[in-house]
């Protein structure tokens, strides 16, 4: 058990440009969540999956984010023509009834 | 919906003293989790404490502990004799016991240690 796992640790790209993100969760938990996290501020919600299939979406997450969990495994997010205001931290958790586990995050710098 | 608040932005406690950090939160839910993690520089959220709404007595983890008045709904953190690695953002988070189980956040208070 070596933790979430968040690849890339950072990421810069221009506006405009698709990117994607991936979480390794441990390998036993059924849950896995997404959030993302502006300087200054806690996390925000983004979306939640119990084992693969994808059960809550905010409403922060528009029609360019997509998230997928392949066959109950790891997870990945992608963003589609990408804003400045997506510059941000994005953490994947994941975790049972007990408790959650954080990975390091991803931050997303866009230019 | 739920909605979590931390009324100090910042906060400062001298090596081995003693620092309570605030919590309020609300909701119609009567079941449901509290906790408390912190975010070092390095951005990793760790667990600090758990504390379950059906639990009349306070969650305590070694210099940790929480006052926790549900009818207030107040979920405090107490860190006693603080150490400088006790540095970091600390968050308030609450989460239903239905659902989803996603966790709401409050918006954090950066802890200083002085030596």
Known sequence: DTGVSQNPRHKITKRGQNVTFRCDPISEHNRLYWYRQTLGQGPEFLTYFQNEAQLEKSRLLSDRFSAERPKGSFSTLEIQRTEQGDSAMYLCASGTNYGYTFGSGTRLTVV | ?115
């Open chain 2, 1 to 115: 919906a739920q909605t979590v608040t931390q009324s100090q932005p910042e906060m400062s406690v001298q090596e081995a003293e003693t620092v309570t950090l605030s919590c309020t939160y609300d909701t119609s839910e009567s079941d449901y989790y509290l906790f408390w993690y912190k975010q070092p520089p390095s951005r990793q959220m760790i667990l600090v404490i758990r504390q379950e709404a059906y639990k009349q007595q306070n969650a305590t983890e070694n210099r940790f502990s929480v006052n926790f008045q549900k009818a207030a709904k107040s979920f405090s953190l107490k860190i006693s004799d603080s150490q400088l690695g006790d540095a970091a953002m600390y968050f308030c988070a609450y989460r239903g016991a239905q659902g989803a189980q996603k966790l709401v956040f409050g918006q954090g208070t950066r802890l200083t240690i002085n030596p």
